[in-house]
């Protein structure tokens, strides 16, 4: 996978980019194969695989060492880009004045099917990727977007330099909506850019472990409200996130026991409630400092929620 998404780097016509490639721990002969064959690519290595969000924000770091301002793409290495998808996204911050930038992907297996076209984020706090596995022909783009997946997304930098990084107690799952949340209470804005084309495999690097994600998911929709969702918005919305957490829990359940069986399932819908529980004081810490510096108005925010926004 590696290989073909660098190779479609590398196909690029826009050229004024640099390519840093973070070697998550890994023990297949990776970082050994990069230095081989991708001479052109800066490797930082990790010593153990902590998650997406820590190696993702080792990646930003050393971009925003190596080259301070100007745009970051983060990219998944289950994507292989279209030869004109840097062009189309540069082209887009250059005649935008928002911060964040989300390409149309589509499956890779199913190149006819959209996988995602920019975040939604529902009043329930559910990130929801637009367009999922609807037909690509006829597909209208969205008028407007929440946020972008961190699979494929351009972002100025001053996204990180403001807001931060990803929050490492996500690990994965919801962070780039948790970054997204931040940077739209900061008041920058995201865009959808449906020239510039992506795709993507999906979830390639879970290998089955979908019992797994289920309990990401379900702890970190609640670190994800409790961070971001403001006061006036938590209240009114209360029933939809309630739901939500009644919804995430399920899935828990669900997964576990068609894994493992009842009995089991047990222990990890606990196991899920008591990691949600550990996290809130760093969620309410968090709180406190992001809703202090917020700069988007309740209204306006609530109608980036509801669909009645730009």
Known sequence: ??????????????????????DDGSTDGTAEYLEES???????????NAGFCVAANAGIRESLRRQPGGCLLLLNNDMTLAPDFLERLVEAARASDAAMFAPLVLFKGEPDRVYGAGDALSPGGRPE??????????FRAPGRVFGVSAGAALYRAQVFEQVGVFDERFVAYFEDCDLAFRARLAGFGA???????????????????????????????????????????LMRHAPAILAERIHQLRRVWTASR????????????????AATWAALPHALKERRRIQRTRTIAAADLDALLTGDGE
Not at 1 to 22: D, G, H, K, Y
Not at 38 to 48: F, I, M, N
Not at 215 to 220: A, G, I, L, P, V
């Open 129 to 138: 990727s637009i367009g999922f596995r609807c037909p690509l022909a006829g």
């Open 258 to 273: 068609a894994a493992f069986g009842a009995l089991r399932a047990l222990g990890h819908l606990a196991r899920t409630c």
């Open 1 to 22: 996978m590696l290989a073909e998404c660098l190779a479609s780097i590398e196909a690029q016509a826009f050229r004024r980019f640099e390519i840093v490639v973070v």
């Open 191 to 233: 865009e959808f850019v449906p020239d510039a084309v992506a795709y993507h495999i999906g979830s390639a690097s879970i290998e089955g472990r979908t019992w797994w994600r289920t309990e990401q998911c379900c702890r970190n929709h609640a670190l994800l409200v409790v961070k971001n969702m403001p006061a006036p918005l």
């Open 38 to 48: 991708w001479p052109q690519a800066h490797v930082v290595r990790l010593a153990e």
